[in-house]
């Protein structure tokens, strides 16, 4: 990346305030917003290296928000292990690959997230079947999230389908996200994609982010958080078409 600009600058005040406002209306979303939006304007590789920290320290925050993350960290452990294998040999694709490509795959992943939001299926995962089903996922989640930056998928419906109450869902998705922003900080230095500028940028971030966070709480009060679901999904997508759809423009 090349020296911060004040209009740089700008443009990450903006996008995190923006990101972590969506995580306080929805409870998550962070992530997918500042890879989606950053991703638009510079290397998916870049904009994954800006994220980490902003990302760790919101996903901490609502991870440490309740009583069960030893008993969901003893019941998930092998979705995490899956999630850091495959999160640091997928981001190979993402420090290594042409970025008009990882951009693409950027792109789909958006638009496979706000479909998949939006319809809402009705999952529901045997019990019998977690021993085989967490890791498989984990691994999964893992490849995608090193390949594009984006946390979610198959990771969210997998965990909503566990019917979980609703507080050791949200720790669920804090536990997940967490061990994918540490597990992509560490490929991404392992294939020598995070530099110390892009460090000191994402250090920048976390204020941002919390005050949209903050502000994103607040909001969740006043308004249809239907309505804003719906319209951040719409907005994903469109992202994400804008992304697959760059490689064969002129």
Known sequence: MNEPTLSLLALLLATFVA????????GMGLPTVAMGVLGALMTPAAAAALLVIPAFVTNVWQLLAGPSVAALARRLWTMMAGIVAGTVAGSAMLARVDPRWSGLALGVALIGYAACAWASP?????????????PAVGLLTGLITGA???FVMPA??????????????????????TVSTAALAAG????????AGELGLSVLA?????????????????ISPALFRRCFLLFLM??????VARPFLP
């Not at 204020?207 to 006043?222: D, I």
Request: glycine content about 10%.
């Open 238 to 243: 469109l992202l994400g078409l804008e992304l």
């Open 19 to 26: 990101a972590g406002l969506v995580k306080g209306v929805t």
């Open 148 to 150: 594009t930056g984006v």
């Open 206 to 222: 976390v204020a941002p982010a919390l005050l949209g966070m903050r502000l994103g709480q607040q909001l969740r009060a006043r």
């Open 156 to 177: 969210v419906p997998y965990l909503q389908s566990l019917r979980l109450d609703k507080d050791d869902l949200v720790q669920a998705l804090g536990l997940s996200f």
């Open 188 to 195: 991404l230095m392992v294939h020598g994609a995070f530099r």
């Open 122 to 134: 009705a999952l529901s995962a045997p019990e019998r079947a977690e021993p085989w089903l967490s």
